[in-house]
């Protein structure tokens, strides 16, 4: 068997097992009958159709022929990356990360933080414009959400605010 | 007809107030702000700058929410207009021939027949959401529970057939759109579902949090992952606004047929914006061109004014099955379910009994919004081009901030933020495996619904699940959805659907 569209192969196995995970899950609860539906009966159901129409894409993409196999390309794991670091070094300054002791450091630096890591996701990274732009967005987010919708959240270090 | 001038007196008593005229106009100028940015739709758009309207009174909410929605749909005919780059989707045709008349050094036009063309388009829809929302509202309540659930599933398996792509990939990411809507605390029995003994996911997966992570960040990952075009910006040449005579005999029955067209099918579930524009583009073309008129393509003006009244009116027709039915008929309705929620509305046709002033203030602030956005975007929009030429490498963190900022002050808590991260993640998966997360977004809000109606109607029917055929209406509605299937899988109907959507 050769797979004819990469695309819809891949897709199809991600439905087929999330599916199979869905249903095998509802099956720990108390799945009922159609009268009296417990909380697994409905996601067993859904679990199982999404596994069947997984099978189904999965199937097709290895018989039915497409021109260029419609292959999924390289992944883009820089700006992945980058991405998803900067979102997460951002929450962890804004709550602090108390398994290794660090404190809450705030919104002002999560806000550097955050622009430098995102800023490496492309090719050109110049450290003075991305400082430039990360002042701008501090003082534009401190004022929008903190100064007029009056947002919670800890702007400076705690160790500093108390 | 009485009623209906009631009615709308009392909602624009409510959307005049200095307040709500306020919170209309940040709406639509935060909207028409992001809606100009390319990369960005109004999906994310709406995600980010919900937090936004937290603090805000229900009505101002929804208000502003409304004008968020059609200002960055507005925008995003300047950006396709001006950069050859749709801001949103539904400019995608928009982009044809508006930016080969912005290179004719006629963008001024071009622009006005967008704004005009929405304007016309936004008032004739608005019209109709007010006319058609009592009668409808009637109808709704005759529903019961298998009639709601054959309804649903009417209305997803409409989102799926008028929508781009593969059938069989949309009808599965609906699937697990609804399986994910079904994680946490099960309301019936207590029991917490697929929680992973995490005590935040008992509340279940926040709909802000699968919005900005999977259209925010997945198609900011994947716009970075693509070389950045030259873009071409139209700076300082959009000069003489005004079409001339000639271009507003072209342009007058090009906006009445994009209009009636795009309000018909913004009321069907998966319709829309995106869909009517299309449509009313083919019907464009289709006619025929009076001598001395520029071929399609090449910058004919009805081509832009066409889609972008259809656009429009398809937009606002669309919130006629959220108001009346409490069912969302595209990701960015289903969106505004969510906010309603989070404002302790319960969308249904009961708002408009028991929310009046709500129901028509937003349906008067919708005209109100339009007529700003017509103010707003024509002379403004000198200020609008320079933000077009702002670099995408300045623009992309400010848009990770925002949404991190959004999805962290929903709750004030930080588990949203590593949840947002994995939907990133998920959301570049799913572009990279060629599957849509629109109708994903769309399954999600409704999967609770859909339990809960086929609990109901089953307990009642004591589990027999002949009761959805064997209830009229409830058969009617499913017929119907099994027709649209039929329809779409018919060789020939396939073959058009794909050849449609491969337009641009």
Same mark, same amino acid.
């Given at each position: 068997m050769k797979i004819k569209n990469q695309k819809d192969f891949f897709s199809g196995l991600m439905f087929t097992i999330v599916g199979a995970a869905f249903a095998l899950g509802a099956t720990t609860y108390s799945v009922g009958t159609g009268a009296r539906m417990g909380p697994g009966y409905f996601p067993l159901l859904l679990g199982i159709l999404l596994a069947i129409l997984g099978a189904t894409i999965l199937f097709n993409a290895m018989v039915v022929e497409t021109p260029d196999g419609n292959k999924i390309g390289k992944w883009a794991f820089r700006p992945l990356s980058f991405i998803i670091l900067a979102n997460?070094?951002?929450?962890?300054?804004?709550?602090?990360?108390?398994?290794?002791?660090?404190?809450?450091?705030?919104?002002?630096?999560?806000?550097?933080?955050?622009?430098?890591? +995102?800023?490496? +996701?492309?090719?050109?990274?110049?450290?003075?414009?991305?400082?430039?732009? +990360?002042?701008?967005?501090?003082?534009?987010?401190?004022? +929008?959400?903190?100064v007029l919708l009056k947002l919670q959240f800890p702007v400076w270090p705690t160790f500093i605010t108390g | 007809m009485t009623d209906l001038i009631n009615n709308l007196s009392l909602g624009f008593g409510v959307a005049f107030t200095v307040q709500n005229l306020m919170y209309c106009f940040v709406g639509c100028l935060?909207?028409? =702000?992001?809606?100009?940015?390319?990369?960005?739709?109004?999906?994310?758009?709406?995600?980010?700058?919900?937090?936004?309207?937290?603090?805000?009174?229900?009505? @101002?909410?929804?208000?502003?929410? @409304?004008?968020?929605?059609?200002?960055?749909?507005?925008?995003?005919?300047?950006?396709?207009? =001006?950069?050859?780059?749709?801001?949103?989707?539904?400019?995608?045709?928009?982009v044809i021939d508006g930016y080969q008349?912005? $290179? $004719?050094?006629?963008?001024?036009? #071009?622009?006005?027949?967008?704004?005009?063309?929405?304007?016309?388009?936004?008032?004739?829809?608005?019209?109709?959401?007010?006319?058609?929302? #009592?009668?409808?509202?009637?109808?709704?309540?005759?529903?019961?529970?298998?009639?709601?659930?054959?309804?649903?599933?009417?209305?997803?398996?409409?989102?799926?057939?008028?929508?781009?792509?593969?059938?069989?990939?949309?009808? #599965?990411?609906?699937?697990?759109?609804?399986?994910?809507?079904?994680?946490?605390? %099960?309301?019936?029995?207590?029991?917490? $579902?697929?929680?992973?003994?995490?005590?935040?996911?008992?509340?279940?997966?926040g709909f802000v949090v699968i919005a900005m992570g999977v259209f925010g960040y997945g198609e900011i990952i994947s716009n970075l992952s693509t070389p950045e075009h030259e873009r071409e910006v139209f700076v300082g040449k959009v000069t003489g606004l005004l079409p001339t005579k000639? %271009?507003? $005999?072209?342009?007058?029955?090009?906006?009445?047929?994009?209009?009636?067209?795009?309000?018909?099918?913004?009321?069907?579930?998966?319709?829309? @914006?995106?869909l009517a524009a299309f449509a009313a583009y083919t019907v464009e073309k289709k006619t025929k061109l009076r001598p001395g008129e520029v071929p399609f393509g090449q910058g004919n003006i009805r081509g832009v004014a066409a889609p972008e009244s259809a656009n429009n009116a398809g937009s606002q027709t669309s919130f006629i099955p959220l108001l009346t039915l409490g069912i969302p008929p595209n990701a960015v309705m289903a969106l505004m379910v969510g906010a309603m929620t989070i404002h302790n509305i319960q969308p249904g046709p009961q708002v408009m009994t028991s929310n009046p002033e709500l129901f028509w203030g937003l349906i008067a602030s919708m005209w109100i919004g339009n007529a700003m956005l017509i103010i707003l975007n024509l002379p403004l929009i000198g200020m609008w081009i320079k933000?077009?030429?702002?670099?995408?490498?300045?623009?992309?963190?400010?848009?990770?901030?925002?949404?991190?900022?959004?999805?962290?002050?929903?709750?004030?808590?930080?588990? %949203?933020?590593?949840?947002?991260?994995?939907?990133?993640?998920?959301?570049?998966?799913?572009?990279?495996?060629?599957?849509?997360?629109?109708p994903l977004l769309l399954g999600f809000i409704l999967g609770p619904m859909m339990e809960e109606n086929l609990?109901?109607?089953?307990?009642?029917?004591?589990?027999?699940?002949?009761?959805?055929?064997?209830?009229?209406?409830?058969?009617?509605?499913?017929?119907? #959805?099994?027709l649209l299937l039929v329809i779409v899988l018919m060789p020939a109907v396939k073959h058009k659907r794909e050849e449609a959507f491969v337009e641009d």
């Open positions: 997460v070094l951002f929450g962890v300054m804004i709550g602090g990360l108390p398994s290794i002791g660090l404190p809450p450091m705030g919104m002002i630096l999560g806000i550097y933080v955050l622009t430098i890591v +995102a800023s490496m +996701a492309d090719g050109h990274f110049k450290l003075k414009e991305v400082l430039v732009l +990360a002042t701008i967005l501090s003082i534009g987010s401190y004022l +929008a959400f903190v | 935060l909207g028409t =702000l992001i809606g100009v940015l390319p990369g960005i739709g109004p999906v994310a758009t709406i995600a980010m700058l919900l937090p936004a309207t937290y603090a805000l009174p229900p009505v @101002a909410a929804l208000i502003m929410l @409304a004008g968020i929605y059609y200002g960055a749909q507005y925008g995003g005919s300047t950006t396709a207009i =001006l950069v050859n780059l749709p801001g949103e989707s539904s400019s995608v045709v928009t008349m912005a $290179r $004719r050094g006629r963008a001024g036009p #071009a622009l006005a027949a967008a704004g005009l063309g929405s304007f016309f388009a936004g008032c004739v829809g608005t019209l109709i959401l007010a006319a058609f929302a #009592a009668p409808l509202t009637e109808v709704a309540f005759k529903f019961g529970p298998a009639e709601y659930f054959s309804l649903m599933i009417l209305g997803l398996i409409g989102a799926v057939v008028l929508a781009s792509g593969s059938l069989l990939k949309a009808i #599965a990411m609906i699937v697990l759109g609804l399986l994910m809507g079904l994680v946490g605390t %099960d309301v019936n029995s207590g029991v917490a $579902r697929f929680s992973f003994d995490i005590p935040e996911l008992t509340d279940g997966i000639e %271009d507003f $005999r072209n342009m007058i029955p090009a906006v009445l047929r994009g209009t009636a067209l795009g309000s018909a099918l913004g009321i069907l579930p998966g319709g829309g @914006a995106l933000l077009l030429t702002v670099p995408y490498r300045w623009l992309f963190p400010a848009i990770v901030l925002f949404c991190a900022i959004g999805v962290y002050s929903t709750n004030n808590n930080t588990f %949203d933020i590593w949840m947002v991260a994995i939907f990133g993640v998920i959301g570049y998966t799913f572009i990279k495996l060629g599957t849509e997360p629109a609990r109901r109607a089953l307990l009642l029917s004591r589990g027999d699940w002949s009761v959805f055929v064997t209830r009229p209406l409830s058969a009617g509605l499913l017929a119907a #959805a099994l």
